[in-house]
């Protein structure tokens, strides 16, 4: 195996999901990050589109503190990129010619990036990429069978509805069976989304339909889930460490079966809205949310949460890194809430947050990623 500083990386981000703003964000960060790590790095942007097309010409430096990697770059043949079954990723399409690529580093949210379907082009291509396999992330991505296989493992799920189709008959009909077996509040999203967009609170029998067509601007398929008031929303950040790295001794890392996990707790704490959504979520200074890289548990809850997390990790099967949420009750009950396979990279992202503030420079985090990936697929 190479070593990180010799490596031709790609990093891969934008996409077709509504999710590409927040992928261009953490593009930004990684690549400034991935400049001090590796040898070099060729950013591919997926357009809306669906085309894949470098953002830069080959050889190109970019000064990464100055500008933000192009999201919407005008179609060009000659930046053209495209994958080659077990011949790699090639450019130009003018003058077609393999891309010098050792490894990728996939930053994509939502459709189209963490559903499994670019994990699974890129192995078809025999290029490494970072993360969870293609049949994890599909399954992780979608909140329905991510619940379903927690819940059957015992640990515990809020109640939750599935709703897919959106004619008035299947809604009506849906409509009249939650609200008898399960009573509002609810927290109605997409079944396959992100970045908690299209997400949505019910108090009243009168609001259900005005949250369904706000999640139906993403997509047909719908989870409704029942509201837990008075909760404090848990988040944790899983990080595998290779076996030879130096992080191995670092006091929060944990063995599990065969692999060895740096993990962190944080919390989000609701001030000025009921939901931690989109605008929440990446607008933290506007005093809705505190994102914090530390959450006040006593000793055996937190124990409990590191183990829950490490266990769903297992379940799913989650590779290299991820982020578990969860829902705490007042009364100290945990309840699954879901799971991320490519959690947020921005600067105000928990992930990335929980472990700088256990003294990783993002350099490490990034190179521990890095290595995992190359250890998993080469």
């Known amino acids: 195996m190479k070593y990180l500083d010799e490596l031709n990386v790609a990093l891969i981000y934008g996409g077709i999901s509504d999710e590409r703003e927040v992928s261009s964000w953490g593009a930004h960060f990684l690549y400034s990050t991935l400049c001090t790590v590796c040898k070099s790095i060729i950013p591919i942007v997926i357009l809306k589109s669906g085309h894949w097309q470098q953002t830069y010409p080959p050889n190109t430096r970019v000064q990464s503190d100055t500008f933000l990697l192009e999201l919407n770059p005008t179609l060009s043949d000659t930046q053209r990129v495209w994958a080659m079954p077990q011949q790699g990723l090639w450019h130009n399409m003018l003058t077609p010619k393999p891309l010098n690529i050792d490894a990728s580093f996939i930053i994509l949210h939502g459709e189209g990036g963490e559903d499994g379907t670019v994990q699974a082009l890129l192995h078809a291509a025999g290029i490494s990429y970072t993360g969870s396999n293609a049949l ?7 909140k329905i069978h991510s619940k379903q296989i927690v819940k059957e493992s015992g640990i515990p799920v809020l109640d939750f509805f599935e709703l897919k189709g959106g004619n008035k008959h299947t809604v009506a009909s849906a409509t009249e069976t939650l609200f008898n077996h399960m009573p509002p509040p609810y927290i109605v999203k997409p079944c396959n989304g992100g970045s908690s967009l299209g997400i949505c609170r019910v108090d009243k029998k009168n609001k259900f339909i005005d949250a369904l067509r706000t999640a139906y601007k993403y997509e047909t398929h719908i989870i409704i889930e029942k509201a837990l008031d008075d909760r404090r929303e848990i988040e944790v950040a899983l990080l595998e460490l290779h076996p030879d790295s130096h992080l191995q001794s670092h006091k929060d890392a944990i063995q599990w079966q065969d692999r060895t996990y740096l993990v962190g707790i944080g919390e989000v704490v609701l001030h000025k809205t009921p939901l931690y959504d989109y605008k929440a979520k990446y ?39 991820a982020r578990i949420d969860f829902f705490l009750s007042s009364t100290q009950e945990l309840y699954f ?3 991320n396979s490519i959690p947020g990279f921005t600067n105000t992202s928990l992930f990335t947050k929980i472990f700088i503030q256990k003294g990783l420079s993002p350099r490490e985090i990034v190179s521990e990623i890095l290595a995992c990936s190359l250890q998993h697929r080469h």
Request: proline letters at 6%; a negative charge.
């Open 136 to 142: 994890s992330s599909g399954l992780t991505l979608n």
């Open 337 to 339: 809430n879901e799971a």
């Open 283 to 321: 607008n933290p200074d506007k005093g809705q949310v505190e994102i914090l890289p530390y959450a006040d548990l006593t000793e055996p809850l937190a124990t409990t949460v590191k183990e829950t997390a490490l266990a769903i990790m297992a379940l799913l099967g989650l590779e290299g890194f």
